[in-house]
């Protein structure tokens, strides 16, 4: 350990024995973003720079734990990502598989995926499904795997399952017309049942959601941390916690 390491670790403990529990994020959204540009600075490639960063994720949850965060959600490939050369996109898919093995199999974490399974290769959808399955009756957090996400993308589905769910129950449209509601749009999102995240954190600098959650984030605290995300530590982290609990959360009123 170098003298910054431990320079860091002095001043993490001591941001973390100040933090207020009571004040904690119950719901964390974490863009996960800088994954290339930190392999390109590293020369590295992109698929080291995905590895990378998929090996921060159980860091992450960790810290999480500790702190008695209940949700995460983690964005790890968007829609508009299928536009990316399939030479990265399929390495890419294939660490996304793997990570999500790795979260059904450490027993402390239930898996959820958010996203549209369609636009997903059979194997992939496979992979996710059974990540689900098997955790579904872990007592730990709650991990969004968000894989084939975009937030229009997520309202749209959400429209298109209300409205099928109606029709098949007869309802007329002028009916549903009557009774539709910020509160039953809610019901059939990706996320039905889930608080809305509290907190969302980018990294990489960018100052920009890019769609991520569009619905549920209207009353979120957003964290723009400077520092790829592979690179992200656990004095990030509990900085962001620091910020989110001085902030007077008003709601609009």
């Not at 670790?9 to 001591?14: S, T």
């Not at 490639?45 to 999480?64: M, N, R, V, Y």
């Not at 589905?157 to 007869?170: E, I, M, N, Y």
């Amino acid at each position: 350990m170098n003298l910054r390491d431990l320079v860091y670790g002095l001043y993490a403990r001591r941001v973390e024995a100040r933090l207020d529990h009571a004040q904690v994020p119950k719901h964390i959204g974490v863009i996960l973003d800088g994954n290339r540009r930190w392999a390109k600075a590293s020369g590295g490639t992109a698929a080291q720079g995905h590895q990378a960063g998929a090996d921060k994720i159980q860091e992450l949850l960790g810290w999480c734990s500790e702190t008695d965060v209940e949700v995460v959600t983690l964005w790890l490939l968007s829609t508009d990502n299928f536009d990316r050369p399939e030479s990265e996109l399929t390495p890419l898919l294939g660490i996304i598989e793997n990570t999500v093995r790795d979260l059904a199999a450490d027993g402390r974490w239930r898996v959820h995926h958010v996203g549209t399974l369609d636009l997903l290769p059979a194997h992939t959808q496979t992979v996710l499904k059974e990540a689900e399955q098997a955790t579904v009756g872990v007592d730990g957090i709650l991990v969004n795997v968000a894989v084939g996400y975009g937030g229009r993308q997520e309202i749209a589905d959400a429209v298109r399952s209300l409205l099928l769910d109606h029709s098949s129950k007869g309802t007329s449209f002028e009916d549903l017309a009557e009774i539709v509601s910020t509160d039953l749009i809610s019901e059939h999102l990706y996320t039905r049942g889930q608080p809305d995240p509290d907190l969302v954190i980018r990294t990489s600098g960018e100052q920009r959601l890019s769609g991520f959650m569009l619905w549920q984030s209207a009353h979120s605290e957003y964290y723009f941390c400077e520092v790829f995300w592979p690179a992200f530590r656990k004095v990030d982290f509990l900085r962001a916690l620091r910020d989110y609990a001085a902030r007077g959360r008003r709601f609009g009123g």
